[in-house]
């Protein structure tokens, strides 16, 4: 590609999102370089932001041409000030294809991230951890070569100390039977525990159905031990009536062991995208219908006996004068004030795809007149949200256009 092409994907990129709001109001950050850059996850610091995703380290020969076989999508982390100016960038993960899907901020001012990176030799992937001082220096890197292909979604730090991982892993596990084990070519949620050193403690534990099990988001539980939430195509409800993917909830014990897993289904093709841990229960967020179909908004409330009926299984309606839905789906939520949420994700698809933020009430409802969507020329959607102290909603994911992407960043208030 030659240097002027990318110039002008460049200021096709950065001109692309329609502001709604008086530039006063609004910051919008774009990182990389050409190629595919990701944001993933997004934490506010002391004195700003740091994002995981991935960086693609582009390689380059004479007059700038880019050789897109050299160039290779890693592991990467931001860091920015509170404008969203960045402070630095790093990529890990030596030159391993790879990213981080979620990042950290530790109380001693150090980030960790985890994804996965693939094998240059057999490229199967693993899972990677890293952690890195303030300045991006100082590193500890660890990848953890299990049986078959293993990529992490979340970590969470331990009461105790150290981290708990979680991953999807592809290892068959024995006996199958019609209600458990993995089958050959399937997926199953994976917990890895690891200390500070990011030294593996404990065996890894594999939970899931003989079908495909993936684990969306953890958290520390209302009463010790940790919660997943994720997707399975098992369906234990309305047998017949529903098809596809449920929401899998699944209950981790403070020593790294599992009570029963739930299935909420009543809906064809439902995916949790994130969730948060309440008082007396839980709010999940999600999407109905699969990828490439119309999709929509969708929220589950439950108390805290995962077991009971939900207290709300809704349709989040964004455009009630509009009879007609544009097609959303959901990445990300956090809490937002006092008793509402912060949802993330995308409004449209395709080539039309734009950053959406709206707020949410305790009831999974839609607070009207809080919808905010962002973008312009090609696709964007954000993966991620955070709110701070003062109101400001941050959100990270990407801004597309033909076949190369940025790290975007919104910083905005209502």
Same mark, same amino acid.
């Given at each position: 590609?030659?240097?002027?092409?990318?110039?002008?994907?460049?200021?096709?990129?950065?001109? %692309?999102?329609?502001?709604?709001?008086?530039?006063?109001?609004?910051?919008?950050?774009?990182?990389g370089?050409?190629?595919?850059?990701?944001?993933?996850?997004?934490?506010?610091?002391?004195?700003?932001?740091?994002?995981?995703?991935?960086?693609?380290?582009?390689?380059r020969?004479?007059?700038?041409?880019?050789?897109?076989?050299?160039?290779?999508?890693?592991?990467?982390?931001?860091?920015?000030?509170?404008?969203?100016?960045?402070?630095?960038?790093?990529?890990?993960?030596?030159?391993?294809?790879?990213?981080?899907?979620?990042?950290?901020?530790?109380?001693?001012?150090?980030? @960790?991230?985890?994804?996965?990176?693939?094998?240059?030799?057999?490229?199967?992937?693993?899972?990677?951890?890293? $952690?890195?001082? %303030?300045?991006?220096?100082?590193?500890?890197?660890k990848?953890? $070569?299990?049986?078959?292909?293993?990529?992490?979604?979340d970590?969470?730090?331990?009461?105790?100390?150290?981290?708990?991982?979680?991953?999807?892993?592809?290892?068959?596990?024995e006996?199958?039977?019609?209600?458990?084990?993995?089958?050959?070519?399937?997926?199953? @949620?994976?917990?890895?525990?690891?200390?500070?050193?990011?030294?593996?403690?404990?065996?890894?534990?594999?939970?899931?159905?003989?079908?495909n099990?993936?684990?969306?988001?953890?958290?520390?539980?209302?009463?010790?031990?940790?919660?997943?939430?994720?997707?399975?195509?098992?369906?234990?409800?309305?047998?017949?009536?529903? %098809?596809?993917?449920?929401?899998?909830?699944?209950?981790?014990?403070?020593?790294?062991?599992?009570?029963?897993?739930?299935i909420?289904?009543?809906?064809?093709?439902?995916?949790?995208?994130?969730?948060?841990?309440?008082?007396?229960?839980?709010?999940?967020?999600?999407?109905?219908?699969?990828?490439?179909?119309?999709?929509?908004?969708?929220?589950w409330?439950?108390?805290? +006996?995962?077991?009971?009926?939900?207290?709300f299984?809704?349709?989040i309606?964004?455009?009630?004068?509009?009879?007609?839905?544009?097609?959303?789906?959901?990445?990300? @939520?956090c809490?937002?004030?006092?008793?509402?949420?912060?949802?993330?994700?995308?409004?449209?698809?395709?080539?039309?795809?734009?950053?959406?933020?709206?707020?949410?009430?305790?009831?999974?409802?839609?607070?009207?007149?809080?919808? $905010?969507?962002?973008?312009?020329?090609?696709?964007?959607?954000?993966?991620?949200?955070?709110? +701070?102290?003062?109101?400001? @909603?941050?959100?990270?994911?990407?801004?597309?256009?033909?076949?190369?992407?940025?790290?975007?960043?919104? $910083?905005?208030?209502?």
């Open positions: 590609m030659d240097r002027k092409f990318i110039i002008v994907i460049l200021l096709v990129l950065l001109s %692309a999102c329609e502001k709604s709001q008086d530039q006063n109001d609004i910051v919008i950050k774009y990182y370089d050409a190629l595919e850059d990701i944001g993933y996850s997004i934490v506010p610091t002391g004195d700003g932001y740091i994002i995981g995703g991935q960086l693609t380290k582009v390689s020969r004479e007059s700038n041409y880019i050789d897109i076989p050299a160039s290779v999508k890693q592991t990467g982390i931001v860091r920015t000030n509170f404008n969203g100016e960045e402070i630095w960038k790093k990529s890990y993960g030596k030159r391993m294809t790879g990213n981080a899907s979620k990042v950290l901020a530790l109380d001693d001012g150090s980030f @960790i991230a985890t994804g996965f990176v693939t094998d240059t030799i057999t490229f199967q992937k693993n899972i990677f951890v890293v $952690k890195t001082g %303030a300045d991006g220096l100082n590193t500890v890197e990848i953890f $070569k299990l049986t078959g292909n293993q990529t992490a979604t970590i969470i730090q331990m009461p105790g100390g150290g981290f708990m991982v979680l991953a999807t892993t592809d290892v068959v596990r006996p199958v039977t019609e209600s458990t084990g993995n089958a050959a070519g399937k997926k199953d @949620i994976l917990l890895l525990r690891i200390n500070s050193n990011l030294d593996q403690t404990g065996a890894p534990l594999a939970v899931g159905f003989p079908g099990d993936y684990g969306a988001s953890i958290k520390n539980d209302i009463n010790g031990g940790y919660i997943v939430v994720g997707t399975t195509d098992r369906s234990d409800q309305n047998p017949g009536q529903q %098809a596809g993917n449920n929401i899998l909830l699944v209950r981790i014990n403070s020593d790294g062991s599992t009570i029963q897993p739930r909420l289904g009543g809906k064809n093709d439902e995916y949790a995208a994130d969730f948060e841990v309440l008082n007396d229960g839980y709010i999940i967020a999600g999407t109905i219908g699969a990828e490439g179909t119309a999709q929509q908004p969708y929220a409330g439950l108390s805290s +006996d995962i077991y009971a009926v939900p207290a299984s809704d349709f309606d964004l455009e009630p004068e509009l009879p007609i839905k544009t097609s959303v789906s959901l990445k990300a @939520i809490r937002y004030k006092t008793n509402s949420f912060i949802i993330a994700g995308q409004f449209g698809s395709g080539s039309s795809g734009r950053m959406l933020f709206f707020v949410a009430d305790a009831n999974g409802k839609y607070i009207d007149g809080t919808k $905010k969507v962002f973008g312009g020329t090609g696709s964007q959607v954000a993966y991620d949200v955070t709110s +701070d102290e003062s109101n400001n @909603i941050i959100g990270v994911g990407k801004n597309s256009y033909e076949n190369n992407s940025m790290i975007s960043l919104v $910083k905005f208030r209502f």
